[in-house]
């Protein structure tokens, strides 16, 4: 099937050939700050990594990454400062308040 004008749709297509059923989804309640550190663990360095990646991946950062001695580097712009982060929570703090940031300017 070619995609013109007519026939192009942004869901795939379902097994019958027509679009996906579209799901409805409420929009995620919004915690305050505080209570994103109220966590019942303390982060590890995979959920850290993986924030790292998804921020650098979405490019909110340009570069995260974990040094040896488990402080981690990250750089917001290409030629910006360094910043140096003491371990795996500041990192998840770190995409917490770029979550929060996103989702207050969107209203």
């Known amino acids: 099937?070619?995609?013109?004008q007519?026939?192009?749709?942004?869901?795939?297509?379902?097994?019958?050939?027509?679009?996906?059923?579209?799901?409805a989804?409420?929009?995620?309640?919004?915690?305050p700050i505080d209570a994103l550190r109220n966590r019942s663990s303390a982060a590890t360095t995979a959920e850290a990594s993986t924030w790292a990646d998804v921020l650098v991946r979405r490019q909110f950062l340009h570069?995260?990454?974990?040094a040896p001695t488990g402080q981690w580097l990250v750089q917001h712009e290409p030629d910006g400062p360094l910043l140096v982060l003491a371990g795996p929570a500041d990192?998840?703090?770190?995409?917490?308040?770029?979550?929060?940031r996103i989702r207050s300017t969107r209203h």
Not at 1 to 4: A, D, F, K, S
Not at 11 to 22: D, I
Not at 91 to 100: D, K
């Open 1 to 4: 099937m070619r995609l013109t």
């Open 6 to 23: 007519r026939n192009r749709s942004p869901q795939p297509p379902s097994r019958s050939g027509g679009p996906a059923p579209r799901r």
């Open 25 to 31: 989804t409420a929009p995620l309640p919004e915690a």
């Open 63 to 66: 570069a995260a990454v974990q």
């Open 91 to 100: 990192v998840v703090e770190l995409a917490a308040s770029i979550q929060h």
